[in-house]
């Protein structure tokens, strides 16, 4: 059982560049997020989806877009990266429930747009 | 949105113990989280809390009181691989998590 994957482990993207960030999920969970980390200000939620075939803002959306086609996969697209889209981007899935609905966390992608 | 402090940075020696505090500010509350990260690595889940008082698991504890909107992860008989971020999380109405910063714990031998 992997839990949840993510590609690439780290990029260097050149500014104006397109990129999508994958991240996959075998635990058939129902909601999946997207943070981003950066030095002092901790995991700021980026985009969310409670299920399949719907999503939703999150903190900090702006220059970046989710899609959520199945269960399993929940890319994240930089349309247009700009230096301020260098960190590390954690992808994270839970059952969607009351109670400890623990989020089980990827490896992180770290990414670095020049 | 969600206000949550925690302390940048504590330092302790092998064996003893710490204990990392954590306040919030939130619009609606359905639970605090505890996360540990080591460096360069995911976070992992620690504790959950969600009624008032004390969880304990094994070597770490983590206590709440919703009325003074304060939570703390207590680590006892620190070990060297406790060295780690430990991050605090609320859970809002909406069943986001909002994280705080991350305490930094160094553990001496």
């Known amino acids: 059982i992997a839990g949840i994957t993510q590609a690439p482990t780290s990029q260097i993207l050149a500014a104006g560049r397109r990129m999508t960030l994958r991240c996959t999920q075998d635990?058939?969970?129902?909601?999946m997020y997207w943070y981003r980390q950066d030095l002092g200000l901790g995991l700021r939620l980026i985009h969310y989806?409670?299920?399949?075939?719907?999503?939703g803002k999150g903190e900090v959306p702006d220059g970046y877009s989710v899609s959520r086609a199945n269960t399993d996969d929940f890319p994240l697209t930089l349309a247009s990266a700009v230096p301020s889209q260098t960190s590390v981007y954690f992808c994270?899935?839970?059952?969607?429930?009351?109670?400890?609905?623990?989020?089980?966390f990827g490896p992180g992608t770290r990414l670095t747009v020049l | 949105g969600q206000n949550i402090d925690q302390p940048t940075e504590m330092t302790a020696t092998e064996g003893a113990i710490v204990q990392i505090n954590c306040t919030y500010q939130?619009?609606?509350?359905?639970?605090l989280f505890w996360y540990q990260q080591h460096a360069g690595e995911a976070p992992t889940f620690l504790s959950y809390?969600?009624?008032?008082g004390l969880e304990e698991k094994g070597r770490f504890s983590s206590f709440l009181s919703r009325s003074k909107g304060y939570s703390y992860l207590l680590l006892k008989e620190l070990q060297m691989k406790d060295s780690a971020s430990y991050l605090c999380?609320?859970?809002?109405?909406?069943?986001?998590?909002?994280f705080g910063a991350g305490t930094t714990v160094t553990v001496r031998a």
């Open positions: 635990m058939r969970h129902n909601a």
């Open positions: 994270a899935s839970s059952e969607y429930k009351t109670g400890p609905d623990t989020q089980y």
């Open positions: 809390n969600v009624l008032d």
């Open positions: 999380a609320v859970r809002d109405g909406d069943y986001k998590l909002s």
């Open positions: 939130t619009s609606g509350f359905n639970g």
């Open positions: 989806s409670n299920t399949a075939g719907t999503t």
